[in-house]
C-alpha cells in the first residue's frame, strides 16, 4: 500500500504489479525516491479527473526518469477511484505524472481514441472523501497552465507502507 499525505487528508493506493508491473514499479520507484513529497495536484478537471506527480507549488516541473512502456493493453478499466497514467499524444510518454479518476472515463481505455489508451496501473482504496474533495477545488490558470487548483493541493508526503 502506498500512502500519500496531503494537505487536504490521506490517500491510500494499492497498485497492480500483476497487470502493469512496468508502470506499478515506476510509480513504486518514484515514491521510494521521494519524488513525490511537495509535490501538487497541479490539474483538477471536476468530474474528470486529479493530475499530479510532475510540479511543486511554484508550478515548476520536476526533472523525471527516462519514460515508460504504456501498458493500457491489460484489462484495467479507468473506473471512478482508479489511478492510470498521465501522458502526452505520444502513447510511450509517461514518466512520473499520474492522474486519479473521478468518473468512470472508459474512453480512455485501450484502444482508446488513439490507439492506445491510458495505463490504468492502480486504485485508492482509502480516502475517497479526499479525492471526491479534490475533485471540487477552484482551479484557474497559473504559469501558463490551465485548471490548476486555486489553493493548492499539496503532496507532504508519499511512502510506501
Keep these: 500500500m502506498i500512502i500519500f499525505e496531503t494537505n487536504m487528508g490521506n490517500i491510500h493506493i494499492n497498485v497492480d504489479a500483476d497487470k ?46 527516462a519514460e515508460i512502456e504504456n501498458e493500457a493493453k491489460n484489462g484495467l478499466k479507468n473506473s471512478k477511484y482508479t489511478l492510470a497514467m498521465a501522458r502526452t499524444a505520444a502513447p510511450h510518454s509517461a514518466s512520473s505524472q499520474f492522474f486519479i479518476n473521478t468518473t468512470d472515463n472508459l474512453f480512455l481505455d485501450f484502444p482508446g481514441q488513439d490507439g492506445w489508451g491510458y495505463c490504468v ?20 490558470n497559473k504559469a501558463g497552465h490551465g485548471d490548476v487548483p486555486d489553493d493548492s493541493v499539496t503532496v507532504t508526503k508519499a511512502y510506501v507502507q
Excluded: L
Design 20 to 65: 502493469a508491473p512496468i508502470s506499478a514499479q515506476n510509480f513504486i520507484d518514484y515514491v521510494n525516491d521521494g519524488f513525490y513529497d511537495d509535490t501538487i495536484f497541479h490539474r483538477v478537471i471536476e468530474n474528470f479527473m486529479i493530475q499530479g506527480g510532475g510540479f511543486t507549488e511554484d508550478m515548476s516541473q520536476k526533472s523525471t526518469k
Design 121 to 140: 496501473f492502480g486504485e485508492v482504496v482509502e480516502g475517497f472523501d479526499i479525492v471526491d474533495k479534490i475533485n471540487q477545488v477552484t482551479t484557474g
